[in-house]
């Protein structure tokens, strides 16, 4: 296909895709919080049975999360809305904290109270950090912690998610209701935005969220290798210190530890500090001259986008053996194997590893067939050609969250195809 042709292609599935998911108001992943106060209020009974399935974090991991790290910036805003009453009485006002991926975080006064929708607070961020509104709604409001990852509908209530946080951690880490865990709120990008959008993108504070986003998962999530991450080292070095420099990788600076702030965790043993250093020194050679910040910004994105697992949203589980080894055990304990991160995207789904943050599979959505039971909560996946099909089993609690994230992303990849059809069928003979 030439470089023509593929060009209409992109054009055509961008403003289509576009079209889509305004349409579609980003309504994807979660269930109402509503739905998750019932399902846990007819399942708590059965708390017991459900530690059996509880999802732990391992504290030994080397994956790390955000909100352990000092904030370097702290603002306080009000929404611009006015106060309404219940019953004759004015709602109490209240506050959201939202983070950021750069170590950020704002806290907004909202003046609805419980009221406030996810959709309002995304727009005052939104205007607080100079986001056009053409771009507000490729960013959305998540809560997160450790293991759970959960994007907030526009039209949902935080403080009333943050009510029922406990009922809904039930439901997703089976964690007993009774414990008093706060959710996270972040404000990061929409999972369901598509590459060929992004890749349109030219609103400067927009394509800083998205670095802030792609070099959190550099250092926390995905399963690079040394040589991608010295070459992303080397693009952070330019941004932070300038043109290559000697001085810039004295002892002195390595003695201070610098470079391992740009190493992830999970990789830093593979090599010492002085090869690192040899590595990140002859990356940020290439980028001389390169002294655009927004420029900087731009190529590390682009070097994400090659990976297939860019843009995934994680479910967490442990990977299971089969259905009569387990019987045989007579405990459903004795199935647990090792703990996994399942990525979801529009290129397919990612087991990797969690503890070594390794991937261990790629499969593309017409490689594989799938089946979650809500009943004993175990995915299915069986894939393979006829004469050595293969079965996996990841129990997880967070099935049929994945299972809809497939079943949105197979929905716009038959879309893409349907205009990819369309295109070469009215292209000129």
Known sequence: MNSCFSKVIREKSQAYLKSYLEKRNFQHLLLSSTEAVEEASESADSEVAADNLSLSFDSKTYLSD??????????????????VKLAGKLIKEKEIKVYFLDSSK??????????????????????????????????????????????????????????????????????????????VFVYRRDPFLDKYI??????????????????????????????????????????????????????????????????????????????????????H????????????????????????????SFIYGRICFDAKYRESKGAINSAFGDFMRVGVNSEGIFIIDHAKNELKLHLGYYEFNWQYSDIDKLLYLEFGDLKYFKTLLIMTPQGELMEGLILSFMEMQLIRNRIARGVKENAPK
Request: overall charge positive; glycine content about 4%.
């Open 198 to 283: 992004e890749k349109g993108i030219t609103d400067p504070c927009a394509i800083k969220l998205l670095y802030d986003e792609c070099r959190f998962n550099v250092l926390n999530k995905y399963p690079i290798s040394a040589r991608d991450v010295a070459q992303l080292a080397g693009l952070d070095m330019q941004l932070i210190f300038g043109d290559w420099m000697e001085s810039t990788y004295s002892e002195q600076f390595l003695s201070q530890r610098k470079i391992f702030e740009l190493i992830p965790k999970f990789i830093q043993a593979k090599n010492d500090e002085k090869t690192w250093r040899s590595l990140v020194s002859e990356a």
């Open 66 to 83: 955000y909100t352990d790290k000092p904030h370097k910036e702290s603002f306080k805003t009000r929404l611009p809305l006015p106060k």
């Open 106 to 183: 704002s806290i907004l006064v909202c003046p609805r109270g419980k009221f406030t929708t996810s959709w309002e607070i995304c727009n005052r961020l939104g205007e607080l950090i100079g986001l056009s509104p053409q771009v507000q709604g490729y960013f959305c409001l998540w809560v997160t912690e450790s293991i759970l990852e959960l994007a907030l509908k526009f039209n949902y209530e935080p403080f009333i998610v943050r009510k029922h946080y406990p009922e809904t951690t039930f439901r997703f880490l089976r964690r007993p209701i009774k414990s008093s865990v706060e959710p």
């Open 285 to 312: 050679k290439k980028y001389q001259g390169k002294n655009d910040v927004l420029l900087i910004q731009k190529l590390y994105i682009q070097y994400c986008h090659q990976f297939p697992f860019y843009g995934c």
